[in-house]
């Protein structure tokens, strides 16, 4: 079980169905209202709630200032056995996964990770961090992936991020997601000379993906355009035996 209090801020696993429409009330805040979606992009879910089929299946963990009880950062993980099981992810619906089909430990996914709008405490993140490390601790997982999105769709204003990510952090191989989305920016192909500005491209990068990352995490080469989400993601993962000792040290330090 995920329990863990850092300074101001407390991280849980949900416990109930209270705290799950929390979870989804937040989200819908952070993707749809903040970015002047249209109020329902599913007929189905309630008003003012961000839910899909997955949350079922997922843990969710709570962020929360601990004096006010205020929700500030949500995210859902969903433990799979091994690679075998790739299907079963959200990333899945996106990337064409086969290679990780033969990924022979224990995975987690790491979903609709979001902060409160109004907050910008940097220890939100690292909390959030520690309570990742902790779950994958606790699941013995051995790679941790998911989605990492840049706000907008236009592919020209993310050149240099993108750039640095094709010289820098592109997947292994044997790992690398393949096209499966009916409209991707391939930008290790189509930046294959551009030559990035490393300053633009850090500001650029979104924070969740920079601790990857840190963390020697890899992504797709290509971006989806989500204009549901009206947003470009690529596809992250993180092996993690290949985590630096040093960020290793500093994340079981947050975990604990």
């Not at 949350?55 to 500030?72: F, K, M, P, Q």
């Not at 909390?127 to 902790?134: N, S, Y």
Request: aromatic letters at 8%; one cysteine or more.
């Amino acid at each position: 079980m995920i329990a863990l209090r850092k300074g101001r801020y407390t991280a849980r696993l949900a416990g109930s169905g209270a705290d799950l429409l929390r979870a989804q009330r937040l989200r819908h805040l952070s993707f749809v209202a903040k970015r002047g979606l249209a109020a329902d992009r599913d007929p189905a879910a309630a008003p003012g709630v961000d839910a899909d089929a997955f949350d079922a299946a997922c843990r969710h963990v709570l962020v929360e200032d601990t004096a006010s009880g205020t929700l500030v950062c949500c995210f859902r993980l969903l433990p799979l056995v091994n690679g075998a099981e790739i299907g079963r992810s959200y990333s899945a619906q996106h990337y064409n996964l086969s290679a990780l089909a033969a990924f022979d430990g224990p995975m987690v996914e790491l979903g609709r990770f979001c902060i409160h709008p109004d907050w910008r405490d940097p220890d939100i993140l690292r909390v959030a961090w520690g309570a990742m490390t902790r779950f994958v601790d606790q699941t013995g997982a051995e790679m941790l992936f998911g989605c990492s999105s840049f706000e907008g769709t236009e592919a020209a204003a993310y050149h240099d991020a993108f750039a640095m990510l094709k010289d820098a952090h592109l997947a292994p191989k044997r790992w690398l997601p393949r096209v499966k989305a009916p409209d991707v920016f391939r930008f290790a192909r189509a930046l294959r000379l551009f030559r990035p500005d490393a300053r633009r491209a850090m500001r650029a990068m979104p924070p969740l993906l920079k601790t990857y990352l840190l963390m020697g995490g890899w992504v797709s080469d290509h971006a989806v355009v989500d204009r549901d989400l009206n947003t470009l993601h690529v596809f992250t993962g993180l092996e993690i035996r290949a985590i630096p000792p040093a960020r290793a040290r500093l994340l079981r330090l947050a975990a604990g």
